[in-house]
């Protein structure tokens, strides 16, 4: 089992990672002293994996569960779910001590650390993250979004969780593509940070694929210790250093925009993202041809697309306009210089974009 501290002062937390460790849950949430009421936002299909699994857990800790579902779809980050959610918990919320927990991937992630950064002011929440996408990323670092139309993650606020519970047994239902996708924030960080994983993930991703529990702790503790690194050091992305997360993210994000969420999971757009945003690398003179080669090889033998079907370039140049990352109307890409190494580019030429999103289409 591994204990990270992300150290943020007050709101300083721990993130736990193991295998079938769910049942001492309990134990560690009476230790916050957050409350004793646990309002579970979840979709049907994990409540009827590991619903009772997670009852009897906090059962078991002396604490009272309400379960509360929503649509297991990207459509679920909105205003409307939010709203009905919140409007949930006032009925429940009676002479009570709530706290939150969001028990899902990403889109549950996000969508519940919304509604505990809003309700009340807010109020505590525990990530437990079913996904491997989740566990070594979004339920980590405190982002919280609601999408709207017009693009991804456009409202949101920083809100920290109050611990990130990972169990590494809760991936052993997870269909491929989905651990593809989670493949996919893993190799990223490889890129963006470690060599060593990154070489770790070209021998040895069959392992993965297998869920061998080993593998699945060592890549979720890997990635969370870097994230925790970045996170503690630049905690609203106001000095640079957490923009580097967004490797991938900008083209990314365009392609899901573009293609309403349909075509692509998170994962593997980000996958796309990060051909793209290496192939601009390549063209600035960043990086050689043999390291985008890697990149692309590692890619390919994880399953993720390295194609972009059904979505054109004047839908996914439209939606890059909306990045968050964009300073008035220059772009702002993070590129890299070489396996672990980041540069972030300002202004890179329309050009040069259309033509690396070309030679994926």
């Keep these: ?15 736990i990672i193991g295998s079938k460790i769910i049942n001492t849950l309990g134990r560690y949430i009476n230790k916050l002293n957050i409350g004793g009421d646990a309002y579970v936002i979840t979709n049907l299909s994990i409540k009827n994996r590991y619903g009772n699994l997670l009852n009897e857990a906090l059962k078991k800790g002396g604490l009272d569960v309400r379960f509360k579902l929503v649509p297991d779809r990207e459509e679920s980050k909105s205003i409307e779910t939010a709203s009905l959610l919140i409007r949930d918990m006032v009925g429940y919320d009676k002479r009570r001590r709530l706290f939150i927990i969001a028990f899902g991937g990403g889109v549950i992630g996000d969508l519940a650390g919304f509604v505990a950064s809003i309700y009340k002011r807010g109020v505590p929440y525990i990530q437990i993250p079913t996904t491997l996408l989740a566990q070594v990323d979004s339920s980590i670092g405190g982002k919280t979004a609601l ?7 456009l409202i949101g606020a920083f809100y920290q969780p109050s611990l990130v519970f ?7 239902t997870l269909e491929k593509r989905q ?33 061998k529990p080993r593998a699945l702790e060592y890549i979720v503790a890997c990635c969370s210790y ?18 580097i997360l967004n490797f991938g993210h900008t083209i990314g994000h365009a392609i899901e ?17 990060m051909l793209i945003a290496s192939d601009i690398s390549r063209r600035l003179n960043l990086i050689d041809q043999a390291v985008f080669e890697r990149i692309e090889n590692l890619i390919k033998a994880a ?12 839908k996914i140049i439209n939606a ?19 396996i672990g190494k980041t540069k972030i580019v300002e202004d890179v030429p329309l050009r040069i974009i259309k033509e690396a999103i070309k030679k994926r289409l």
Excluded: C, W
């Design 1 to 15: 089992m591994h204990t990270i501290k992300l150290n943020l002062k007050k709101r300083s937390y721990k993130i």
């Design 147 to 153: 999408d709207l139309g017009e693009g991804k993650n």
């Design 166 to 172: 990972s169990d590494v047994r809760l991936l052993n």
């Design 179 to 211: 651990i593809r996708s989670g493949l996919a924030e893993v190799i990223k960080y490889g890129i963006i940070r470690e060599p060593h994983l990154f070489l770790y993930l070209e021998k040895r991703y069959k392992d993965i694929f297998a869920l």
């Design 226 to 243: 870097i994230k925790a690194d970045i996170v503690q050091r630049d905690e609203k992305e106001e000095k640079g250093l957490r923009t």
């Design 257 to 273: 925009a573009a293609s309403d969420y349909k075509t692509y999971n998170h994962g593997e757009a980000i996958a796309l993202g």
């Design 303 to 314: 399953g993720l697309p390295t194609r972009i079907e059904r979505v054109s370039l004047p």
């Design 320 to 338: 890059h306009y909306r990045d968050k990352k964009f300073i008035g109307l220059k772009n702002r890409f993070v590129l890299i210089r070489g």
